[in-house]
């Protein structure tokens, strides 16, 4: 967005202003050609009897009464740059029918636009909505949902919050996507923390996934479900932005609001301060590492996943305490990140609550 404030022709803009010294009277006629006034010396009769040519003397007068309204005329034209016309409109609230309060700032708004997302599915909203309905700027519906979204649109209502009943494709527009599943709110991003915050508050048992270059949203959607089904309430990722993806929170049917996104500087510093708190890291590796069925978990553990095809980097492999790998037919290289962070994440619910 250019920060500069222009009409979208481009072109100056022209305003017509009175003279102090213009008489309040309406002789002035048309600002603009001057014509139309009401002068004494035109309301004068015309003595015929002296003019030789009445009718050439008559239409002489006009014309020139007219040339001297024009020349007299109390209007003068001012022009003004773009940009000063937004100095005054912000100044003055009264310049194209904008007021000072309604002005808007381009880089606040641009600030607003990047402290907000979407989040679209019936689950996904309905959990978000119980969770934090603070955080909803607009919202809209199809009509077939809203009688299950009764208590949210009477919340809306009282709280002065926008929302629209519209059809399929105004929801697609809006929601970016035609997987919408018939509603689409725009919230406030709920900031990823930091992590000595997050081991400040950390559990006695606590379980952490952390994700090493995971981006597609429907891994991570499915991930942040498989963590809050079996109660890892924590996700260590260097971009806090990439689990509130619409599509991620949408795959994740209401599992995102029971988990946060932990930040670090590096990625391997993340692990490092998990480390030096008391956590076991466990990485994973599809071709060596100890059995999963003979691994016994530590109530705090980290467990870490990296990207399909590539998997962890070598510096991250040496960060881990234990490293195990999932047992299979072998017919595949490799299990979904997801599914594999389902797997681990179930075996260390099931020797938590044993």
Known sequence: MNDENKSKSSKVKVMYVRGEEASSSRSSGNPRTGKGGRSADRKAPTDRRSSSSPRRDEASSRRNDSSSHRNDSPWRTVSKRPTEQAESTQASGEEEGLTAKSYIDPEQLRRQRQEETRVYGENACQALFQSRPEAIVRAWFVQSVTPRFRETLRWLAANRKAYHVVDDSELAKAAGTDHHGGVCFIIKKQTGLDVA??????????????????????????????????????????????????????????????????????????????????????????????????????????????????????????????????????????????????????????????
Not at 221 to 233: P, W
Not at 250 to 255: I, K, S, Y
Not at 268 to 284: C, E, K, M
């Open 197 to 354: 915050a997050w081991l400040s508050q950390a559990a006695e048992q606590d379980c952490v996934v952390a994700l090493e270059n995971v981006g597609n949203p429907h891994n991570l959607g499915a991930i942040m479900r498989s963590c809050a089904h079996f109660g890892a309430k924590a996700i260590l990722v260097n971009d806090a932005n990439l689990l509130e993806s619409g599509a991620a929170v949408r795959t994740a049917e209401g599992g995102a609001e029971h988990v946060r996104a932990v930040t670090a500087p590096s990625f391997l510093q993340g692990l490092d301060a998990f480390r030096r708190a008391g956590y076991s890291i466990v990485t994973t590796s599809s071709h060596e590492g100890q059995p999963l069925a003979s691994t016994t978990f530590p109530a705090k553990t980290v467990f870490v996943l990296g990207q399909e095809g590539e998997g962890l980097h070598q510096d991250t492999l040496r960060q881990g305490d234990i490293s195990l790998s999932i047992g299979g037919t072998g017919n595949i290289e490799s299990l979904n990140v997801s599914v594999a962070a389902g797997i681990l994440l179930g075996e260390w619910w099931r020797q938590q609550k044993a």
